[in-house]
């Protein structure tokens, strides 16, 4: 950091000078033009490169065991090309791999192909697609995910059970997709202001994004349970105990993004509130499977388990709230 004393003009022009360091290495001269904007916090930001398209960011990636796991990596660190390149042919298999990869990334899409070379470009405008937005559509999807899975797993609906299944790649997708804008939007203080986020908020969203597609795969694993449990029903009197239960933790994820994005601290705190009564259910349950229960009790246990999984989650986006400034 530079401290620098601002100066006035005897006609009351106020200037500070620029760092000489900074202006050469980004090529001012005399007559250069600048741009200064102002952010919703109140500082100045000088882009000295306001009316420069930005460069496109390109990386080379070499097919590995890993493929999958470089293209990923390459499109949340913001790549806007990932050149996949063989020394000799790509196989089959690693073509098959970057297609998968490209399939779970929002906007990654293959542009060129030939036997040695893929070309992935992601065609996205990072402005168009604002955080919060993206937020609260993983969060739609891992809620109704929530609720059909327990639907499921008390009715025995497998069908149901393998839709909310297969929803969680959706969920996956929006969290990648989320992770990479906010990456974005730490990098480029413009991008920040239009899309009307603070770099110092791009954290607590990163962590909230990763607490929902947790949600989403605790959902999963409901459904999973249910596919496993085949012509065995729940208990009438055993139902209405996990109902109960899904009912306090649904109720805790909804509340806890709600005063997320509204900064309500009393609604927040509403979420905590619940954790005596989450518990007492739990119990509830662990003690009624225990008494009467066989075949069946452990997919009960590990059902219950997940939901109050989907409640602790919901208490840890709550305790990111933050009161509204001023």
Same mark, same amino acid.
């Given at each position: 950091m530079e %401290? @620098? @004393?601002v100066q006035r003009t005897s006609g009351g022009t106020f200037f500070v000078c620029l760092p000489k360091d900074w202006a050469t290495r980004i090529g001012l001269d005399r007559s250069s033009v600048i741009s200064l904007s102002e952010t919703a916090d109140g500082r100045l930001v000088i882009d000295a490169k306001y009316s420069a398209e930005r460069a496109q960011q390109v990386v080379i990636v070499k097919p590995t065991p890993l493929l999958d796991r470089e293209i990923v990596g390459k499109y949340l660190l913001g790549y806007d090309i990932i050149r996949v390149e063989a020394k000799d042919r790509i196989s089959t298999e690693d073509r098959e791999c970057i297609k998968q990869a490209s399939s779970r990334l929002i906007g990654l899409e293959i542009v060129e192909e030939d036997y040695s070379k893929i070309v992935l470009q992601c065609l996205l405008e990072p402005s168009a697609y604002p955080p919060e937005r993206i937020l609260q559509r993983e969060h739609s999807i891992a809620s109704s995910m929530h609720r059909d899975a327990v639907t499921a797993f008390l009715d025995g609906d497998i069908n149901l059970a393998r839709n909310v299944i297969a929803r969680d790649n959706e969920v996956n997708r929006l969290y990648f997709l989320l992770v990479r804008i906010l990456r974005t939007v730490i990098q480029n203080p413009g991008l920040s202001e239009k899309l009307g986020i603070l770099p110092i908020?791009? #954290?607590?969203? @990163? #962590?909230t994004a990763s607490l929902v597609e947790a949600i989403g795969d605790q959902s999963v694993q409901v459904a999973e349970l249910a596919t496993k449990l085949e012509k065995a029903k729940v208990a009438k009197e055993l139902a209405q105990l996990l109902l109960k239960l899904h009912r306090v933790g649904f109720e805790a994820h909804e509340n806890a993004l709600k005063a %997320?994005?509204? @900064?309500?601290i009393a609604l927040a705190e509403s979420v905590r509130d619940e954790q005596k009564n989450v518990s007492r259910l739990y119990g509830e349950v662990e003690s009624f499977v225990q008494v009467q229960y066989g075949d069946i009790a452990p997919q009960v246990l590990a059902a219950a388990s997940s939901i109050r999984r989907i409640?602790?989650?919901?208490l840890d986006i709550a305790d990111l709230v933050m009161p509204k400034m001023g």
């Open positions: %401290l @620098r @004393r908020d791009c #954290l607590d969203y @990163r #962590l %997320l994005f509204t @900064r309500d409640y602790e989650h919901s």
